[in-house]
């Protein structure tokens, strides 16, 4: 019995969290509709051969780095400096 209260509980916790995650994605989703266009314009670069290469230098920009961020658009020197000029 004691553990059926238990398992009522944790359901009430569970759609608690469910509708929390709902308002932080509902927060978010402009921020996602941004990543899902960098996205595609990662694949859309994959398409015509220029996937990988920074916008600003032209170099590679890194195995080790597109793992981390795929749609990255600039390498890991030019990012700051974009970062940078954006917030001007
Ligand atoms: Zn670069």
Redesign the pocket.
Known sequence: MDQLREMELNDEGDYASASNDNMVENAIGSQQMHELEEIEAALYKIKIKQYGI??????D?GFQRLKVKPHAK??????PIVEKNKHH
Do not use: L, P, Q, W
Not at 54 to 59: N, W
């Open positions: 920074c916008e600003m230098c032209e170099d920009i600039y390498c890991i020197v030019c990012r």
